[in-house]
């Protein structure tokens, strides 16, 4: 079998899990989800076509250098623009545990999973957290950059000052609920706050690692072990800047990244969160892959740096699925 035919037929086999993309701000404007679009890297051919499985869909309502005014408004009409993606036609599924998207893998559907990104979302209410729960949300990275009611983000990166008393009931009740924390934009102290009291496996859905390039969105090795032994998922992020300290991007960088994390912790804590929709590159920066339509060509990079064939898909998303089957059920 030739080489590039072992990907396909591998790529094709496996579950397929993108941990972040943020393309319900794109789908509640002009794009039209079910079209294949020039603008924007996420829409349901390309999911289609890159083989996605499941599609973390980070919903948030940060306005970034403001305080978030009405919050649940804002979710509420997020939800909606989600809830009316969904009903136009087969195809497009929520999942909300496991057993959804191995549904979804066996019917060809591609699969939604809700998250939310920065807690402001809750407005300080676990009445809130709760409703999105029962809207299908099963994922909430507690901060953006900036601190909120609870937590502090990265631009509080030298803070000492993790989660406020109110952000450890959070994280409790997400424990009960069955929702993953996601660590991704937490400053250390939170992250910590975190990986001490969190009962469950947590996320980092789109970061890297630090060593390979110091930015304040990435993960110390002392991170990485503490996430593993929690039996959590990093997924490697595509954003130039953190990939590399001269800001540069490319399907090679990005398996370093992998290759250090499963070298630090094993390759049962490495899975890919492309950030889609959530960044512009510079124009000189390279990328990783184009689009979602694209993600074929991480399997063949994976097999091509010696990885085999069962890493391959527990990286793809054979890993994240683990996670959301002990958290979420
Ligand atoms: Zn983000």
Not at 116 to 143: D, K, P, S
Not at 220 to 238: H, M, N, R, S, Y
Not at 306 to 316: P, R, T
């Amino acid at each position: 079998m030739s080489s590039n035919t072992r990907a396909t037929q591998l790529h094709s086999e496996a579950i397929i899990f993108d941990g972040h993309c943020d393309t319900i701000l794109p789908m509640a404007g002009k794009r039209d989800f079910r079209q294949r679009n020039q603008q924007g890297q996420v829409d349901l051919p390309r999911l289609q076509e890159g083989g996605i499985t499941c599609q973390i869909f980070a919903m948030g309502v940060i306005d970034p250098g403001k305080r978030t005014t009405n919050a649940a408004a804002k979710m509420l009409r997020l939800f909606d623009t989600f809830y009316r993606e969904l009903e136009r036609g087969e195809g497009f599924v929520l999942a909300t545990c496991a057993e959804d998207i191995r549904q979804a893998k066996a019917n060809g559907d591609v699969s939604a999973f809700l998250s939310i990104e920065g807690g402001e979302a809750i407005q300080g209410q676990l009445e809130l957290l709760r409703m999105y729960y029962r809207l299908g949300v099963r994922a909430m990275g507690l901060t953006w950059n900036h601190p909120n009611e609870i937590a502090n983000g990265v631009d509080e990166e030298h803070s000492p000052q993790g989660l406020t008393p109110f952000g450890f009931e959070v994280v409790n009740e997400m424990n009960r609920l069955g929702m993953i924390v996601d660590v991704s934009h937490l400053n250390e102290a939170s992250f910590w706050d975190v990986a001490q009291n969190c009962s469950a496996p947590f996320i980092a859905s789109h970061s890297n690692a630090y060593t390979l390039c110091p930015h304040r969105r990435n993960l110390k090795d002392e991170q990485l072990q503490a996430l593993a032994d929690k039996g959590g998922v990093v997924g490697v992020v595509f954003v130039p800047p953190f990939m590399d300290p001269k800001g540069k991007a490319s399907l090679g960088r990005l398996i370093d990244h992998m290759d250090h994390i499963a070298g630090l912790c094993g390759v049962e804590h490495v899975g890919i969160g492309s950030d889609f929709d959530g960044f512009t590159a510079a124009p000189d920066s390279g990328e990783v892959i184009p689009d979602a339509s694209s993600f074929g060509r991480l399997t063949e990079g994976m097999l091509a740096r010696g990885y085999k064939d069962e890493e391959v898909k527990s990286i793809l998303g054979g890993n994240f699925l683990r996670v959301v089957e002990k958290v979420a059920g």
